[in-house]
């Protein structure tokens, strides 16, 4: 979905632009974060069965499920394209996006200026 945004420069000054943005409702995020959990579980679960393999993988892979997990579950929106103008040297600025925002601002570096610019989401 095609939403506004604003990109703030290090000096304060802000520009507004546009933004392709997946929004993760709490149930999504809460099914998809269930789902790494309990396949973590699950693969640690079977490697019981793997000699040699289940010395590690038997605490690992159940951590490993719990912690992409807790990311999946704080992941909020998903930033894929950016278009706008550098708040610092007003240069076109078009990003691939920073990928996932959870509760901290991402940054983006201007091509132009090599300034480092932070998305905020509006609204």
Do not use: K
Request: charged share 10%.
């Amino acid at each position: 979905m095609i939403t506004e945004i604003q990109l703030r420069g290090p000096n304060g000054v802000t520009r507004m632009a546009r933004a392709s943005v997946t929004t993760y409702a709490t149930r999504d995020r809460l099914l998809r974060a269930t789902a790494w959990a309990f396949g973590g579980v699950g693969v640690g679960g079977l490697s019981i069965l793997m000699p040699g393999l289940h010395l590690v993988a038997t605490w690992a892979a159940p951590l490993i499920g719990l912690a992409i997990g807790f990311g999946a579950g704080a992941m909020r929106h998903w930033v894929t394209e950016i278009d706008g103008a550098c708040p610092q040297c007003d240069n076109p600025l078009r990003h691939q996006g920073p990928g996932p925002i959870w509760q901290q601002t991402p940054t983006i570096t201007c091509p132009h200026c090599d300034t480092a610019v932070a998305v905020e989401l509006v609204g």
